[in-house]
């Protein structure tokens, strides 16, 4: 009876500890679809464990982070809502040319088409000047902050 008692004294029983323990735990649920996504990407990667293969995933790519300028935001949005109203500018300068050459005699119609070539003239001059400060926004603003 006495060699059993040192037996257990020495013998301390159980598992290693771990070094470098997990104990920070992260819950999410998926869509049927994304989970079926998610296993055939992890049926691709090899990886033994889901929580191996979503550390990895975490952690060995690169995670872009995108920062949202309010100026250049607001910038675009009234550039686009410029060129919206351009195009409805052209689908009316159609009609106009339609309605010109079905109701009114040759000789009008040159004169009301001369004066429409004016303004064209006009627009897409100031639509050439947009393009420029578009341009030099893009080089001077947002190639210098993404630098």
């Known amino acids: 009876m006495f060699w059993q008692k040192d037996m257990k004294a020495q013998h301390k029983g159980g598992r290693n500890p771990k070094i470098n323990r ?3 735990r992260y819950v999410f649920r998926l869509t049927d679809a994304e989970n079926t996504k998610f296993l055939s990407l992890f049926e691709q990667s090899g990886l033994d464990t889901k929580a191996k293969f979503i550390v990895s995933l975490l952690f060995e790519r690169r995670i872009k982070s995108i920062k949202i300028d309010a100026g250049a935001n607001e910038y675009t949005t009234k550039l ?3 060129f919206a109203q351009f195009r409805a500018i052209g689908v ?3 009609q106009v040319v339609k309605v010109l050459h ?3 005699s040759d000789k009008k119609t040159i004169l009301y088409v001369g ?3 004016k303004h064209t003239l006009e627009l897409a001059n100031l639509c050439k000047e947009i393009l420029i400060l578009t341009k ?3 080089t001077e603003y947002l ?3 993404e630098n």
């Open 22 to 24: 997990a104990i920070h």
């Open 80 to 82: 686009s809502h410029f």
């Open 92 to 94: 009316n300068y159609n």
């Open 102 to 104: 079905t109701n009114f």
């Open 115 to 117: 004066k429409l070539e």
């Open 136 to 138: 030099q926004f893009e």
């Open 143 to 145: 190639l210098k902050k």
